[in-house]
Each structure stands twice: as structure tokens, then as C-alpha cells.
């Protein structure tokens, strides 16, 4: 099991990570002076961080769910393209492998994850947006080639050897979320909904972005 200060340690980990995301925001604030929607034709860049189906992933022996999920942190690209009243805004997040691959508490594999979302934006005000939308999501998981990982088997545990090889699943989630605009500051909160139709698979992520606006 998880002792209570390891649980702990990742937990406030967690949060010291994705807080550089909100103090990138703050920063931006600072730099900042009107109130806008989203623009149309305008551009994004900024960061990200993704908390990965929370509740649902675990990497513990005993098999206790993971409370906030897998963090990820990405570069976030993205346009919005005007499609009357409303927008077409479509994201990437990304970040190479030797700078956000997740590793495995035994070190014995590296985890990472690229989203691509295609949502339908619409400005509620002069300073909040919601948008909806599908996502599509690349897991990849890469073995190192030198360990085990001891988990959860159903009635006990056991040593799992992991092999050098790679492993990649691609699935498909649903975006509900809204952002708050300021001049050229924009910071979002996002629901990524996987398997929505599913009563036994369907599981949640939460998405937080920062990033500079350019018209």
C-alpha cells in the first residue's frame, strides 16, 4: 500500500507542477488590459496541464485508484476560425518525450500523451467563452528494458517484466469547458470525458491551459 506521506508528497507534487501553469497566467495578467471573447483568426500559444482520468489509473500494488489521475504538461497551440455567431477552434498539446514522458515508479517504462481537440467555441461575454467538442488522444507507453513492476492481479500481487518496446493506444474524448479572456491572456478549465457512452469504461481528465493571444 501507499503510505500516507508518499501519498502525500505526490499529491502536493501534483499541485506545485500545475500551479507554474497558473502562475503563467498570473504573469500575463500583469502584462495585460482589455477584456475580449475569443477572437476569431487569432493564434494561441501557451502551457498546459492534464490531470489523465482521474479516480480511474493506478500504479500502486494494491490497486487503490489513483485520486488525481496521471499529470501531463504540454506546449498548447491553437487557432480559432470563424464559422458565423460562432468559432471552430481547433488545439494541439504537446511536448516531446525527454522533457514530459512520465516514469513508472519502478523506472521500468516511460508514459506519455498528445491530445488533438476540434471544438465549437461560442463567447458567452466580453470575457468568457465555452467550448465542446471531440478530442482525439494518443497514450503511449515505452518500456525500458531493465525492470519490473510488481501490481495488482486480482487476488494478490505479482512481478510483471516490461519489455523495451512500445505501446500506443489511440482514443477518442469529449471536451466540455470554458475560458476567461483578457486582452492577450487566455486561461481555460476543461472536463475531458472518455467513453461517455459507456457506463463501466467512462472516466474524466481535467485540462488547464494558459496562453498568449496573437490577432
Same mark, same amino acid.
Given at each position: 500500500?501507499?503510505?500516507?506521506?508518499?501519498?502525500?508528497?505526490?499529491?502536493?507534487?501534483?499541485?506545485?507542477?500545475?500551479?507554474?501553469?497558473?502562475?503563467?497566467?498570473?504573469?500575463?495578467?500583469?502584462?495585460?488590459?482589455?477584456?475580449?471573447?475569443?477572437?476569431?483568426?487569432?493564434?494561441?500559444?501557451?502551457?498546459?496541464?492534464?490531470?489523465?482520468?482521474?479516480?480511474?489509473?493506478?500504479?500502486?500494488?494494491?490497486g487503490k485508484r489513483n485520486?488525481?489521475?496521471?499529470?501531463?504538461?504540454?506546449?498548447?497551440?491553437?487557432?480559432?476560425?470563424?464559422?458565423?455567431?460562432?468559432?471552430?477552434?481547433?488545439? =494541439?498539446?504537446?511536448?516531446? %518525450?525527454? *522533457?514530459?514522458?512520465?516514469?513508472?515508479? @519502478?523506472?521500468?517504462?516511460?508514459? $506519455? #500523451? /498528445?491530445?488533438?481537440?476540434?471544438?465549437?467555441?461560442?463567447?458567452?461575454?466580453?470575457?468568457?467563452?465555452?467550448?465542446?467538442?471531440?478530442?482525439?488522444?494518443?497514450?503511449?507507453?515505452?518500456?525500458?528494458?531493465?525492470?519490473?513492476?510488481?501490481?495488482?492481479?486480482?487476488?494478490?500481487?505479482?512481478?510483471?517484466?516490461?519489455?523495451?518496446?512500445?505501446?500506443?493506444?489511440?482514443?477518442?474524448?469529449?471536451?466540455?469547458?470554458?475560458?476567461w479572456n483578457w486582452s492577450? =491572456?487566455?486561461?481555460?478549465? %476543461?472536463? *475531458?470525458?472518455?467513453?461517455?457512452?459507456? @457506463?463501466?469504461?467512462?472516466?474524466? $481528465? #481535467? /485540462?488547464?491551459?494558459?496562453?498568449?493571444?496573437?490577432?
Amino acid at each position: 500500500m501507499i503510505s500516507s506521506k508518499k501519498y502525500s508528497s505526490g499529491f502536493g507534487m501534483h499541485f506545485s507542477k500545475t500551479g507554474l501553469v497558473l502562475g503563467f497566467s498570473c504573469i500575463l495578467v500583469g502584462i495585460t488590459g482589455t477584456a475580449l471573447g475569443a477572437r476569431p483568426k487569432s493564434i494561441e500559444f501557451g502551457a498546459s496541464g492534464t490531470s489523465y482520468e482521474m479516480l480511474r489509473l493506478t500504479s500502486s500494488p494494491s490497486g487503490k485508484r489513483n485520486t488525481m489521475g496521471t499529470s501531463f504538461y504540454h506546449f498548447h497551440l491553437q487557432y480559432h476560425l470563424p464559422i458565423g455567431r460562432r468559432l471552430i477552434s481547433p488545439w =494541439l498539446h504537446y511536448m516531446p %518525450d525527454s *522533457l514530459s514522458a512520465v516514469e513508472s515508479t @519502478s523506472k521500468s517504462s516511460l508514459t $506519455s #500523451l /498528445m491530445a488533438l481537440g476540434l471544438p465549437l467555441t461560442t463567447n458567452l461575454s466580453s470575457s468568457f467563452d465555452f467550448a465542446t467538442g471531440p478530442v482525439l488522444l494518443q497514450y503511449t507507453v515505452k518500456g525500458t528494458g531493465d525492470g519490473s513492476e510488481v501490481l495488482n492481479n486480482g487476488e494478490g500481487t505479482a512481478t510483471f517484466y516490461q519489455p523495451e518496446n512500445t505501446v500506443s493506444a489511440t482514443t477518442f474524448a469529449w471536451q466540455v469547458g470554458s475560458a476567461w479572456n483578457w486582452s492577450s =491572456l487566455r486561461t481555460g478549465a %476543461d472536463v *475531458l470525458v472518455h467513453a461517455p457512452l459507456s @457506463s463501466t469504461k467512462r472516466s474524466f $481528465s #481535467l /485540462m488547464l491551459t494558459a496562453a498568449w493571444v496573437k490577432s
